[in-house]
């Protein structure tokens, strides 16, 4: 069983709003992901870290997320100024490296109204 | 480009019967093959993966899948489904640098 550990659950928030959630990846593992699930199940690879480092990120996560994965505290991801196209699943997910098995966190629900 | 295809949206089925869930992936060179499976408002859960080896890799709660390279497909199998199988099943595919690409999904819905 997975003990990646996201924050909140659930998350609602008004367009134009900040919409922050956190994630604390499994114990010992360096490597951390963000993936957006949409309604129709398709999934966008955000950004993905090892240890505090970016690896890889998208456009669109460069220009209207943040994301960070600071020492000895929870990663985490923000959207700046939500819109209503940013309402999905985000999924966290840890692995040990990076040839290694990934384990993902239950999600953070955002809703945008 | 990495992508994998999920044919069946959804797929309907009898409690006891067999199961197969198709899946095909298009990769340069060989790559990591996974089954996960996704339960209402859950995140995702591994059901089984493939490095190399055994083309036929079992995973837990009776699912099985082989890995075909000759036909770049990962079918997931099992021979008597449960009613408790019922959710969202994810083929994905990755390499080295972890970056996972997942297929579209297939409903499974077992019906009593």
């Known amino acids: 069983n997975s003990k990646v550990i996201q924050t909140p659950r659930y998350l609602v928030k008004g367009q134009g709003q900040k919409a922050k959630m956190r994630c604390i990846p499994e114990?010992?593992?360096?490597?951390v992901f963000w993936y957006q699930q949409n309604k129709n199940n398709e999934f966008k690879f955000l950004i993905n870290f090892q240890n505090q480092e970016v690896l890889q990120q998208i456009d669109m996560t460069e220009k209207r997320f943040s994301a960070e994965c600071p020492s000895n505290s929870p990663c985490s991801l923000e959207i700046q100024s939500s819109e209503a196209g940013d309402s999905a699943l985000y999924l966290c997910a840890s692995s040990l490296n990076r040839n290694t098995e990934v384990f993902f966190g239950k999600g953070t629900r955002l809703t945008v109204v | 480009a990495q992508s994998v295809t999920q044919p069946d949206a959804r797929v309907t089925v009898s409690e006891g019967a067999s199961l197969q869930l198709r899946c095909k992936y298009s990769?340069?060179?060989?790559?990591?093959l996974f089954w996960y499976v996704q339960y209402p408002r859950q995140g995702l859960q591994l059901l089984l993966k493939y490095y190399s080896g055994d083309p036929v890799v079992q995973g837990v709660n009776g699912f099985e899948a082989e890995f075909i390279k000759s036909n770049s497909s990962f079918h997931l199998r099992k021979a008597s489904v449960h009613w408790s199988d019922s959710a969202v099943y994810f083929c994905a595919v990755s390499r080295s640098n972890n970056r996972i690409f997942f297929g579209d999904g297939t409903q499974l819905v077992v019906k009593p």
């Open positions: 114990k010992g593992h360096p490597v």
């Open positions: 990769y340069s060179g060989t790559p990591y």
